[in-house]
Structure formats: structure tokens, C-alpha cells
């Protein structure tokens, strides 16, 4: 039972992934996104990793999913007819990809022989606190970093008077 | 070390909670002494201001860092582009407030690159890579004009596709080795029987370095991006940042990470040739100044990899030493370049003409850059690429040689194109008022000359450490 489990947990995260990447609307697109951090999320509680699971849960499919929704609340709406419009260029773009997604998967699947999830033991250090403020202080830093990188982005690409 | 990761963060962020009329004006004092600061504690590493200072911040922070001599070249040369992109920056932007977010990105830039070098585990690697990528997106696009943002979106894209590849060759590897660090990754790889999903690894990762420093075919990006960026963000991209995001991280990571397997070495080769060439031949082709530097770049780059795909230690001698003289000199040329399309308000060749006598230090700087590139002696460039020349030969790759040797040629031929259709010849009508550039584009460009003359004239007693240093790497890399 546990590896037909694993492989529908796996389609459905591909499927999702994919509706996101193939859906017209923007709306959809962020919809598809939470679903497939969501199941993901279930996929890392079943190979024991649960701090991992949470914090995909609350961060990708809970927090990036509202910011991305806020902003797309606040660019202007698309016509139903103009979605329709694009619609088929929009699908013909992005036609090759599931069978490109089904292909990597089979290949996958027959490189790792695998028949469930893996459960993987820590090698080390297992305590993540200890692992997050103390080991990968430098990672935690490089984020930090990026943080005020991003900040100064906005204020370039948002706040700053507009040249042209 | 950890201060030359630490220090330019807290100063972006005391120059912002001060945030004043005057700390705006004057915060290119506090960049450019940093740089400064940086440059002392690795030229002068044993002095008691080294040695209190530059772990001062790190008994607070203590950062798992390290350094060896790859590292300190590599830091060398951080400082010394970093300083001449603040002063070239603080020239070329008007706007008060575009200059004080260019200050906080260069400074920001810098510890992402100090931080590259000095981190010694795969996935560290991989966000201040990040780190660098973001920034450089921002600084592109820091003047919002039309084809900045198109050049800055181009980078981002394939930047994005680098940095998904290089996470997949991380995860490959955590699968295969249980750990990202660089020891426990080069044990593991040298003493277990090769695996399908290791090599798998190696090639995603070293395809991403080539992405990141702009090799054929990934080259897409680059010359769009170095044209339409601001000129200070230009001598920042070209001086340092594709080298040590794309080039560094190849070395670094088949040096000390995954070794000189026969497929990693034919794959630099080629990709190495293939750079070579293209590069090149485009750079003939080009009317902008800065778009031919660019391409020019991409040639360059493709002699490092090329020295790099030998797999010796004097292969990697010629690389590392080749790796900083282009830093130094491509850094001039765009330094040039921006004091040219200052004085002139263009950058298209065609229009320009005789500048010799109007901006004759401009001129003289430029002629030292490009026969330094074109590996002319007694410049530092000849070193490099003779260096490279002989460990090609030497290790039996005698068609790459003849190739790098026919490619300096037509580096020569490009470049001196370039000096005439801008210093040399009549003056065009539209430069009879030009005047030289202040002193504030000019002491860049000088200092960066001085650097190419006194290098060139001194290797014969600098080889042997830019000999040692690699031998070290390479030895690790043997055990």
C-alpha cells in the first residue's frame, strides 16, 4: 500500500505543478502553486522529515501564496474574452511539457529502482537548532544578505522615479 | 576572515539607519575605505592591523569560513574592482539617490563574493551565488532605462535556470554523498565506485558555472547585460562578477570538489575553444564599445577554462593568474569606455574618432589594457597566456594551443581596430569639444595600469607563488 501511496502522491504533485505552469490565468497559476507546495509538504512528512514539511506548508504553500495573490488582487483584470484569446498560444507554448514531466519520471523511476519514498537517516548532527544557528551561520547570513538585496530591489524597480 | 564577509553588511546597514542629506553624499568614502581596508588585510596578511582585524567580528560570528590561495587571488581581486566600481559609479550617476542604492548594492555585491570564496560547502556556495545573481539584477537595472531591464530580465531568466540546475546537482549529490560539504563530497566521490547519478551531478553543476560566467552557448545574456547596465555596474559585472560566479565556481568545484575526471576535462576544453573563438570572431563584428568588451570577455573567459581543461597545476597556474589580469584590465577598458561615452555622450565607434589627442590619458590606459589582454610583454596579460600556452603544450593538447595562440591574434586585431576607430584617425565633428575626463575616472584607470605594468615587469620573482598555489589545490585533490 505504502508505495501506491507514494506514487499518487508524486503524480499529483507533478499534475499540480504542471496546471500551474499551463494555467492561463494568474489566479490559477497561484492556486496550482500552493496545491503543489501542499502536497509536497505531505510527501515530506512521509519521509520523516515533519520541521521540513511545516515549513514548506506555512512558508511556500501559505505565505507566498497570499503575497502572490495580494498582487495579482491589484493588476488589472483581464475579459473573460481575453483570456480566451490567448488561450491557445498560451497551451501551444507549454504543449511538450507533461510529455517531457512523464519521461523524466520514468527515467527517474528506473534509474533509482526505487519502490517508496526513501526514509533518510541524518548523518550528523540532528538537533536543527543547532544545525541553523550554529552550523549553517553563514547560509543564515547569505540570507540575510539577500533580504536587504531585495529590499533595495523594490525600491529600484518600484519607488524610484521612473526615467523613461 | 569572517569580518571581509561581515563588514561590508554592517556598513549597509549603519549607512541606512543613519540615512542622512551628508551620509548620502559622503557614503562613498565609507565603500571605497572598506575597499581599501579589504586590499590591506590580504596584501599585508601578517601585519598586526590583519591580524586584529580581519577576524575581529569573527569571535562574535563565528562563520565556518576559509580561505587558501585561490581564495586570496580571488579576494584581491574583489577589492581592487570593488574599489574602482565605487569611484567609477559615484562619477557616472547623477542622481543622489540612485548613487546611494548603487553604494549599498556594490558593498552588498562584495560580501556575496568574499562570501563565494571563502565557503567551503556546496549549498553555501550556491546561495551566495544567489546572493550575487539578485544583486546584479538590481544594479542592471538600477536606471530603469528600456534596454537595461530587458538585459536585466534576460540575466535573470537564465540565471534562474543556473541556480535550478545547481540546486538538482546538490540534491544528486546529498543522494550520493550524505553531505555537501567540499571534503566529505571529495572523499566519498574519490573513494566509492563512479555512479550514473554522480555524473549526472558534476555535469549540471559545471553546466551552471558556464551559465553563470556567460561561456558559449550560454553566452545569451551577457553582452546585453554588460551594454545596458549603468558604467559602474559594467566594471563591476565584467571585473568580477561572471568570473567569480561562473568561472571560480568551476574551478573551485573541480579542483577541490569533484577532480579532473577525463569527461570534466574534455568538456573544459571545448567549452574553453568554443568561447575562445566565438568570442572573438563577434568581438570584430561589434559598433558599441561596450558590447565588443563584452564579447571580448567571453573570449577571455574561455582561456581560463581552456587552462583549467589541461588538469595541471600549471594549467590552473595560467588560469588563476589569467583570471586576475583580466579582472585588472577588462575592469580598465570598461573603466575607459564609460569616461569615453561620458566626454562624448556615445559609445557607438563610428561616431567617434581622434580622440587621441583630446583625452590622451584615456587613450594610453586603454592601449596598456588591451595589449595587456592581447598578451603583448611586458604586461602581466603576456605572463598569463604564455603560462597557458605551455601547460596546453605540455600536457599534449597541441591543437588547443595553436588555437589559443591564432585566438591572441585576433584578440590583437580587434582591439587595435577599436583604438583606431576611437583614439586614433581624425577627430569627428561631433568630438571637436571633447575634453579629458577629471581626475575621478582617470586615478581608476591609472591605478588599474599601474597594476598590468608593475605585474608584468615583476612576475619573474611573483611566479612562484602563482605556481605554489594551484600545486596545493591539485595535491589535495590527489589524495
Known amino acids: 500500500m505504502h508505495w501506491s501511496l507514494d506514487l499518487v502522491l508524486l503524480l499529483v504533485l507533478a499534475g499540480s505543478a504542471l496546471w500551474a505552469v499551463m494555467a492561463t490565468r494568474l489566479i490559477f497559476s497561484a492556486i496550482g502553486l500552493a496545491f503543489a507546495s501542499a502536497v509536497l509538504a505531505v510527501v515530506m512528512f512521509r519521509m520523516a522529515s515533519p520541521l521540513a514539511a511545516v515549513i514548506e506548508l506555512s512558508v511556500c504553500a501559505g505565505l507566498i501564496t497570499a503575497i502572490f495573490i495580494s498582487v495579482i488582487s491589484l493588476v488589472k483584470h483581464e475579459t473573460r474574452g481575453e483570456v480566451e484569446a490567448r488561450r491557445g498560444a498560451h497551451l501551444r507554448k507549454y504543449v511538450v511539457l507533461p510529455f517531457l514531466a512523464a519521461i523524466l519520471g520514468i527515467t527517474l523511476a528506473l534509474v533509482t529502482k526505487r519502490q517508496a519514498l526513501p526514509q533518510p537517516q541524518a548523518l550528523g548532527e540532528t538537533d536543527v537548532r543547532n544545525v541553523f544557528w550554529h552550523l549553517r551561520q553563514a547560509d543564515l547570513l547569505g540570507q540575510i544578505i539577500m533580504l536587504l538585496v531585495g529590499a533595495f530591489g523594490i525600491v529600484v524597480l518600484f519607488k524610484l522615479r521612473r526615467k523613461t | ?479
Open chain 2, 1 to 479: 576572515m569572517s569580518s571581509l564577509l561581515l563588514m561590508p553588511f554592517f556598513l549597509v546597514a549603519i549607512l541606512n539607519l543613519l540615512n542622512t542629506g551628508a551620509v548620502r553624499r559622503y557614503a562613498v568614502v565609507a565603500g571605497i575605505a572598506w575597499s581599501l581596508v579589504q586590499l590591506l588585510w590580504l596584501l599585508f596578511p601578517q601585519s598586526q592591523f590583519s591580524l586584529v582585524g580581519s577576524d575581529f567580528l569573527g569571535r562574535y560570528f563565528p562563520l565556518h569560513l576559509a580561505t587558501d590561495g585561490l581564495s586570496v587571488v580571488l579576494l584581491i581581486s574583489v577589492g581592487i574592482v570593488g574599489l574602482v566600481t565605487l569611484i567609477t559609479g559615484h562619477q557616472t550617476i547623477t542622481d543622489e539617490k540612485e548613487r546611494f542604492i548603487f553604494i549599498n548594492l556594490v558593498l552588498l555585491t562584495m560580501a556575496g563574493l568574499n562570501g563565494l570564496v571563502m565557503v567551503r560547502d556546496l549549498f553555501s556556495l550556491y546561495v551566495y551565488i544567489e546572493v550575487v545573481a539578485v544583486a546584479s539584477f538590481v544594479l542592471i537595472s538600477l536606471e530603469r532605462e528600456k534596454d537595461a531591464l530587458e538585459g536585466a530580465f534576460k540575466y535573470l531568466v537564465l540565471s534562474a535556470s543556473a541556480s535550478m540546475l545547481m540546486l538538482l546537482s546538490i540534491a544528486a549529490i546529498l543522494l550520493v554523498c550524505g553531505s555537501t560539504s567540499f571534503d566529505t563530497v571529495n572523499s566519498v566521490l574519490h573513494t566509492a565506485p563512479a555512479s550514473p547519478i554522480a555524473t549526472l551531478a558534476i555535469a549540471l553543476f559545471v553546466g551552471a558555472a558556464f551559465i553563470k560566467g556567460g561561456l558559449v552557448p550560454f553566452h545569451g545574456w551577457l553582452p546585453d547585460a554588460y551594454s545596458s547596465a549603468p558604467a559602474g555596474v559594467s566594471v563591476l559585472l565584467a571585473g568580477i562578477v561572471t568570473k567569480t560566479a561562473g568561472v571560480y565556481t568551476a574551478m573551485r568545484i573541480v579542483a577541490s570538489v569533484f577532480g579532473f575526471t577525463p569527461m570534466v576535462k574534455n568538456i573544459l576544453l571545448v567549452v574553453g575553444t568554443v568561447s575562445i573563438l566565438f568570442g572573438a570572431l563577434a568581438a570584430l563584428n561589434q559598433k558599441d564599445f561596450r558590447r565588443m568588451l563584452a564579447y571580448s570577455s567571453i573570449s577571455q573567459m574561455g582561456y581560463i577554462i581552456i587552462a583549467l581543461g589541461t588538469g595541471t597545476a600549471l594549467g590552473m597556474a595560467g588560469a588563476l593568474f589569467h583570471l586576475f589580469n583580466h579582472a585588472v584590465s577588462k575592469s580598465q577598458l570598461f573603466v575607459n569606455a564609460a569616461t569615453v561615452e561620458r566626454q562624448t555622450g556615445t559609445r557607438d565607434m563610428t561616431s567617434l574618432g581622434g580622440l587621441g589627442g583630446k583625452m590622451p590619458v584615456t587613450a594610453g590606459t586603454s592601449v596598456v589594457a588591451l595589449l595587456s589582454i592581447a598578451g603583448i610583454p611586458p604586461l602581466a596579460g603576456f605572463w598569463s597566456k604564455l603560462i597557458i600556452i605551455i601547460a596546453l603544450w605540455q600536457s599534449n593538447h597541441h591543437n588547443y594551443a595553436v588555437i589559443a595562440v591564432v585566438a591572441s591574434a585576433i584578440t590583437l586585431g580587434y582591439f587595435l581596430l577599436l583604438q583606431r576607430r576611437i583614439f586614433f584617425g581624425k577627430v569627428a565633428p561631433q568630438c571637436d569639444a571633447v575634453k579629458e575626463a577629471g581626475a575621478g575616472l582617470l586615478v581608476p584607470a591609472l591605478l588599474l595600469s599601474a597594476i598590468a605594468i608593475g605585474l608584468g615587469v615583476a612576475f619573474p620573482f611573483a611566479v612562484s607563488w602563482f605556481v605554489k598555489v594551484p600545486q596545493s589545490i591539485m595535491n589535495m585533490v590527489a589524495q
